[in-house]
């Protein structure tokens, strides 16, 4: 690749966006088909429509995936040995039928009472209990309606496409590397996956992160022999994205915090197996993070437009208000702004967040006791606050005021309290981290 000048890489570059672009096309057409089929040949065998889709569905779409995936994968292989100048050794192009895929989308018999069984246990009749694939569709897809049937077959396209590609470089002795690259805005742990950008997939063999994925996922795997800029797909700024959410619950972070959890789950009767080790429980402290962003944010970095209740809404925001919905916009919160009630003695909130009544509040003292006063009164408004430290209205400093906020949520009945300090950078700071919420299931 250095021999080339900078316009054959401009080339080359335009070259893979185009092999890149193709694919895309035919996986989001061969979706589209399979999902018209698949509702149609339910609604035809309605009383058991298993037998039929597996059929004229399932296998037949699972074979131009596996097709589609390695006509891509091939096609930008050559493209980077020629552009390298280089012969990559021969390798042996994958086949992934649908049972395969229908494996990995259900997680095989986990959840089941024959929980262990491997695909290829199965799939050669080794199962002791004699358990086949033919068993683990029907179980799986007991009481499937038609929009069940038409997602399931969106999910055997794509990861059907998916696991050709993966298993493709896994046996490709040139040992290319790939990106898990979304297709649009997608969740906080796809986002997280794909901020990491190309990565050897070495890094995946044992297990890694990189092999997790979810119903309905759409991220495709992409290869790369080489340095190179995909067009839509921005890890950097993805990554970027993903470490400002992480600041966010950066000093929660910790041993201390950890060990708080495996007691409230021990406390719930869960065993070690069933409890997260330290770097899984704060994978999913970030993604719980991450999900309360917008998603479109998190993709491309497209700040959210606030949502104003009414005119009367967005007029009667103060002008330190606005800077704190600013703040919060830049940082990729989704924010309705409220309109305040008209009724003696009723207070409201000044927005939505997340599900949560929220109050804006800006101090202009620097003691204990002007915080716990401005909480107090969110508290009457709503459950949760943001408290903004803005130049000229305090001079109190960012670590004295995330004092007062614990001090102060000790008494005051609100979720959280979200710190902007004096150069926007947000803290959240829970009610009770003894008791705060930390969930298993991103």
Known sequence: MDSLSPQQRQTFQTHLNDLWDDYQDTLANLTLEAKQLAAGVAWDNFEDPLYALRREVFEEYARRAGQAANDYYDAVRSAWAEASGVKLPNYKQSQVSADRAFWQIMGGYNDTDFNGLTFTQVVNHQSHAGMTMDDLWALKTDGYGEDEWMNLAADIVGVTARLTSRFNMESDESHPRYARVPVGPTCAFCILMASRGFVYWSEESA???GNRYHKNDDCRIVCSWGETQLKGYDPDGMRERYLQTRQTIEGTLNRSTYAQYVAQMKAKGKTDTEID????????????????????????????????????????????????????????????????????????????INGHDVDFKAPTGDTSNSVDQLLRSAARQGSAAVLHLQQGRTDMTVNQCLDYIRRALQRRKLDYVMLIDYDDKITRIDRDTKTASHSQSQ
């Open 207 to 209: 297990g890694g992160w």
């Open 277 to 352: 080790d330290y770097d899984l429980w704060k994978t999913h402290r970030i993604t719980q993070e991450m999900s309360k962003r917008d998603r479109q944010w998190l993709y491309d970095g497209t700040v959210p437009t606030p949502v104003m209740q009414s005119s009367r809404a967005e007029a009667e925001l103060k002008p330190h208000e606005r800077k704190t919905l600013d703040a919060l916009s830049a940082a990729g919160f989704a924010v309705t702004v409220r309109e305040r009630s008209d009724q003696q003695g009723v207070k409201t909130s000044d927005a939505v």
